[in-house]
């Protein structure tokens, strides 16, 4: 029956749009589109609230700490008593979110993309993202809840039915305990592992690095690789290579293993220690250097026959699509709480396709941004894994409700097919891990009347 229903309206949908400018066509319009019908018409699209009269009305927060990061989780509420959830970068200032509530307000929810241009002048590289990126996903969740359909569906559909999941692992200088920390997870089911892999781990040894002589990986913490002045030696390549070869001997060579956090060593280091690894068939060098530099990134790259990845604090599709024009990597790797949100980051990760690039996806917040990240990848062609921070903490999962436990089953995240993001918050478990001094989405009114005149022109 409802299938007649919507052949009879899609015909005379048809009708109307010949009938338009004339007369005739206006009398017609009288008689076939009486109130009855374009309430019944109305009827046959499942909405869960009336979306074109639909307005933002509030903007609040809770803010987790130790999950194990600290991520703002926000809240968009509208006139409908329908509301969404996104979150504000790990380790970034809820700031970033609140003094865009002004901008928000009174706007359609579901108009996400005309949202997010109207905002994304706020953001910036990596943690500055963070408030629009959050705002993004928020908006997704609630565009769904409008409409009753999952945030994938409104991506354009999935190309997968479940996420695969890399997992991170605390680090231990000890290869034996570090590999058997990863045998761990692929006894999980994990499918695709990631290590730190730091010159800290030979530092201590004489020989292994030089480096002006009262400088060390502690004191450079915030300077940029160039500048630090540190070369590994033949030694120190060495003995981090035997490290990775006794994972290796551990976790076998069948498994994806990436690595990250290298230290602030120079290029002809990134590049020695990368030929090094090739042996030991890594996954991915991520972030040997800062991705601002992108013709040193390609000199890594065109020197390394490991897949070089970066992107974890690039806010927008541009830098990524340059990186990859110049094929200065192969895997980007967006946080998607960085990158632009949802929309964005698929936009990322289609343009890196078409250039012949994989995406991988950075993450480590709460599950509302998880679930973010979830639905991006199942609409995204080109993914290959998301990260997963939290193997440790216990609590991180019951922060949510709605999709089945576990969120991560065998090393893969199912897909939730309700509205929106598809979660609900655990308020009881929530409240208990708020950073101190902070409330359970209290009241932000002093966000109300925020101005600034916005213009990027003159
Ligand atoms: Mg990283």
Redesign the pocket.
């Known amino acids: 029956m409802n299938w007649f229903k919507n052949k009879v309206n899609a015909s005379r949908r048809g009708f109307l749009g010949g009938a338009l400018g004339s007369v005739a066509g206006a009398a017609a319009l009288g008689t076939m589109w009486a109130d009855e019908t374009v309430e019944a018409y109305q009827g046959n699209v499942r909405t869960a609230s009336k979306p074109s009269d639909l307005k933002i009305t509030d903007l609040r927060y809770a803010h987790v700490v130790g999950a194990p990061m600290s991520c703002p989780i926000i809240r968009i509420d509208t006139n409908q008593g329908i509301y969404g959830y996104g979150e504000v970068r790990d380790g970034a200032s809820v700031t970033y979110a609140l003094m865009l509530k002004s901008r928000l307000l009174g706007e359609n929810p579901c108009n996400v993309d005309k949202i997010f241009r109207k905002i994304k002048q706020f953001g910036f590289t990596s943690r500055q993202a963070g408030g629009v990126c959050g705002i993004e996903m928020a908006l997704w969740d609630l565009a769904g809840k409008a409409y009753n359909v999952p945030a994938y569906q409104l991506l354009g559909g999935k190309f997968r039915d479940k996420i695969r999941i890399y997992v991170d692992t605390t680090e231990s200088h000890d290869p034996k305990v570090y590999g058997a920390r990863l045998k761990n997870r692929m006894e999980q089911g994990f499918t695709w592992l990631k290590m730190d892999l730091g010159y800290d781990l030979v530092e201590d040894t004489p020989g292994t690095v030089s480096h002006p002589l009262d400088v060390t990986s502690k004191t450079t913490a915030r300077t940029q690789h160039f500048f630090t002045g540190i070369e590994l030696t033949d030694k120190g390549i060495g003995m981090m290579s035997d490290y990775v070869a006794a994972i290796r001997e551990m976790v076998g060579m069948d498994v994806p293993l990436s690595a990250?956090h290298f230290g602030h060593i120079g290029v002809n280091s990134c590049i020695r220690l990368g030929k090094a690894m090739e042996k030991h068939n890594l996954a991915w060098l991520?972030?040997m250097i800062p991705w601002q530099f992108s013709d040193q990134l390609k000199e890594i790259k065109d020197a390394v026959n490991i897949p070089i990845a970066t992107g974890?604090d690039i806010f927008l599709k541009e830098p990524f699509i340059e990186l990859c024009r110049k094929n200065a990597i192969d895997i980007i790797h967006p946080d998607l709480a960085s990158s632009g949100g949802l929309l964005e980051t698929k936009k990322i990760g289609d343009a890196a396709m078409e250039l012949g690039h994989a995406m991988a996806m950075?993450f480590a917040g709460t599950p509302v941004s998880f679930m973010a990240n979830v639905h991006c990848a199942a609409a995204t062609e080109n993914f290959l894994a998301l990260e997963y921070h939290s193997d440790e903490i216990p609590w991180w999962q019951d922060l949510v409700t709605g999709p089945a436990k576990p969120l991560i089953d065998k090393g893969f995240a199912a897909i939730p097919e309700a509205p929106g993001l598809g979660i609900e918050l655990n308020a009881d478990v929530v409240k208990q891990h708020l950073a101190p001094g902070t409330s359970y989405f209290g009241p932000t009114e002093e966000w109300n009347k925020e101005r600034s005149h916005d213009r990027l022109f003159s």
Request: aromatic share 0%; net charge negative.
């Open positions: 990250d991520e972030d974890e950075h």
